[in-house]
């Protein structure tokens, strides 16, 4: 029987795919690489995982030193083991995906990188390693957490109106949602709580302004309500049309 040292080890890797939404716009943040493999071209931020270091430790780590942020909403998403990925040698990434408000922070480039960048998603130029296939996945796991997990809410600004709340949606989700049945299905889930307090200074209009429902926090029972109103009748047919 082998033991345990005789077997090779490969190297892990923890990429981030940080989101952000700004002027009704879903970006994604990319880093030019200013080394080889792929020097001037862009991967998403990333690191090696470290003999002390946790995955959190990791993700921390990669948004202080390469982004000059911490503490956004993190959660792991997929991990990604083709043999051939990194040019390089042997190498597992672990990926999460983040959502930020890229007003609230300010990015910066490490010494590794020779540019950081919010792309847009729709408009994603090729990326290095297999760091397309991870863009996509991430994509796709958030269009599908959104319809039953309030994790837009930390894309946008502590108080919002339900006009932001629906374009936040659509920008996601890629498709028209109709207002009416939008706005229903959002009050009935309890995920937003009404401040009583409205935004002066629009021609016309004072919409009222809104907060995420800090009680919610245990995943059961965000699951719970998420079932009552069925959000994810929203994408239901007759509620949406496809943009084009």
Same mark, same amino acid.
């Given at each position: 029987?082998?033991?345990?040292?005789?077997?090779?080890?490969?190297?892990?890797?923890?990429?981030?795919?940080?989101? @952000?939404?700004?002027?009704?716009?879903?970006?994604?943040?990319?880093?030019?690489?200013?080394?080889? *493999?792929?020097?001037?071209?862009?991967?998403?931020?990333?690191?090696?995982?470290?003999?002390?270091?946790?995955?959190?430790?990791?993700?921390?780590?990669?948004?202080?030193?390469?982004? @000059?942020?911490?503490?956004?909403?993190?959660?792991?998403? +997929?991990?990604?083991?083709? *043999?051939?990925?990194? &040019?390089?040698?042997?190498?597992?990434?672990?990926?999460?995906?983040?959502?930020?408000?890229?007003?609230?922070?300010?990015?910066?480039?490490?010494?590794?990188?020779?540019?950081?960048?919010?792309?847009?998603?729709?408009?994603?130029?090729?990326?290095?390693?297999?760091?397309?296939?991870?863009?996509?996945?991430?994509?796709?796991?958030?269009?599908?957490?959104?319809?039953?997990? *309030?994790?837009?809410?930390?894309?946008?600004?502590?108080?919002?109106?339900?006009?932001?709340?629906?374009?936040? +949606?659509?920008?996601?989700?890629? $498709?028209?949602?109709?207002?009416?049945?939008?706005?229903?299905?959002?009050?009935?889930?309890?995920?937003?709580?009404? $401040?009583?307090?409205?935004?002066?200074?629009?021609?016309?209009?004072? &919409?009222?302004? +809104?907060?995420?429902?800090?009680?919610?926090?245990?995943? $059961?029972?965000?699951?719970?309500?998420?079932?009552?109103?069925?959000?994810?009748?929203? $994408?239901?047919?007759? +509620?949406?049309?496809?943009? *084009?």
């Amino acid at each position: 029987m082998k033991t345990f040292h005789s077997y090779k080890n490969p190297a892990l890797a923890i990429d981030l795919v940080v989101f @952000g939404y700004n002027a009704r716009e879903l970006s994604v943040l990319l880093l030019k690489r200013n080394e080889e *493999p792929f020097k001037g071209g862009w991967t998403l931020p990333g690191a090696f995982l470290q003999m002390d270091e946790r995955f959190s430790d990791t993700c921390s780590r990669i948004l202080r030193t390469k982004l @000059g942020m911490d503490k956004l909403y993190l959660e792991q998403l +997929y991990s990604f083991d083709e *043999p051939g990925r990194d &040019p390089r040698g042997r190498a597992i990434s672990v990926a999460y995906y983040a959502l930020v408000n890229p007003r609230k922070l300010e990015t910066v480039a490490s010494t590794m990188a020779g540019d950081v960048e919010w792309v847009d998603c729709r408009k994603m130029p090729q990326l290095g390693f297999d760091h397309k296939q991870i863009f996509k996945t991430a994509l796709q796991r958030l269009r599908s957490k959104i319809l039953y997990f *309030p994790v837009g809410f930390e894309l946008l600004d502590e108080q919002f109106t339900m006009t932001e709340l629906h374009e936040l +949606y659509e920008c996601i989700l890629d $498709t028209s949602l109709d207002r009416r049945n939008f706005r229903r299905k959002i009050l009935d889930s309890e995920y937003i709580l009404p $401040t009583g307090i409205r935004r002066e200074g629009l021609q016309n209009r004072a &919409p009222e302004l +809104y907060v995420f429902n800090k009680k919610l926090k245990r995943p $059961t029972d965000l699951g719970s309500v998420a079932r009552r109103a069925n959000i994810s009748d929203l $994408t239901a047919k007759g +509620y949406v049309s496809k943009k *084009p």
